[in-house]
């Protein structure tokens, strides 16, 4: 397997454009998170899905950003319309179900919003 | 509140030195595992301790949990110039519906 997917790897957007960054996960795994990192605020969840289903989207900062997985190998994250402050590395990750096992990180997509 | 927090040090230490990372946590867990990440990439997994486990080893990597205390700390041992990275502890709490929450991260530079 090639890993978790991420594109595009960088992507440089105009304030008020609609930005979508993409996640294949890993075939087989049950879970995928979206992760945001940024200098001031280290690692944050924004939401993750169990088999395709939103478990938990409470981290996502506002309605400004949305998350689909219409299947279990393909997921996206949607900002609309994004703004400055967005900017910062997204990372997909895919985790296998059952007890103590490790989540599989993409390279992360770079948003730059000027 | 986030769980998972490493003590916010930057080390910087010499070839062949150790180097050692600590991380508190605030919840009752299934697991704790350790992450590193090169500048610029994704993070990587190193190794997870069990709940019920209290030291373990992978090479160069030594971990001990301490769920009385809520922490863990990550030891390299005879570090090397490729082990410059961020590391992350990440918990995997009980309730946590296999949510895995990280800390801020330890930045540690290996000099040659």
């Known amino acids: 397997d090639a890993g978790v997917i991420q594109s595009p790897r960088h992507e440089v957007t105009e304030m008020g454009q609609e930005v979508t960054l993409r996640c294949k996960p890993i075939s087989g795994h049950d879970y995928l998170f979206w992760y945001r990192q940024t200098m001031m605020r280290g690692l944050e969840l924004l939401i993750y899905f169990n088999n395709n289903v939103p478990i938990d989207d409470s981290g996502m900062p506002e309605d400004r950003f949305s998350a689909k997985m219409p299947n279990a190998s393909f997921s996206t994250l949607k900002i609309q319309p994004s703004e400055p402050r967005d900017s910062a590395v997204y990372f997909c990750a895919s985790r296998p179900g059952g007890w103590n096992t490790e989540a599989f990180f993409g390279q992360g997509t770079r948003l730059t919003v000027v | 509140s986030q769980q998972g927090e490493e003590d916010p040090q930057a080390l910087s230490i010499q070839e062949g030195e150790n180097a050692t990372m600590n991380c508190s946590y605030k919840?009752?867990?299934?697991?704790l595992q350790w992450y590193r990440q090169n500048s610029g990439r994704g993070l990587v997994h190193l190794i997870l301790i069990r709940s019920n486990e209290r030291e373990k080893h992978s090479g160069r990597l030594r971990v001990t949990l301490d769920t009385s205390k809520k922490s863990s700390s990550l030891l390299i041992t005879a570090s090397r110039a490729a082990d410059t990275a961020s590391y992350f502890c990440a918990t995997d709490p009980i309730y946590g519906n296999n949510r895995l929450a990280f800390g801020k991260g330890n930045q540690v530079v290996v000099i040659p």
């Open positions: 919840t009752s867990i299934n697991n």
